[in-house]
């Protein structure tokens, strides 16, 4: 994701992980941009799994 849209999201969505931080919440493991990205990544291709980095 280019940082220019990351730009434009990523108020709202840290707002909203601030919100649900609670005692019940797990650690954070991975960076948001990082997760939103791979969400991202699924939605535009439909998850081909022979696409996949080897990483995910």
Do not use: C, Q
């Not at 969400?39 to 022979?50: K, L, M, N, S």
């Amino acid at each position: 994701m280019a940082d220019a849209r990351w730009s434009l999201i990523e108020p709202v969505f840290t707002a909203w992980r601030e919100k649900t931080d609670g005692a019940s919440m797990a650690a954070r493991v991975h960076d948001l941009w990082v997760s939103v990205n791979a969400i991202v990544y699924v939605d535009h291709t439909g998850f081909p799994r022979e696409y996949l980095p080897h990483d995910f």
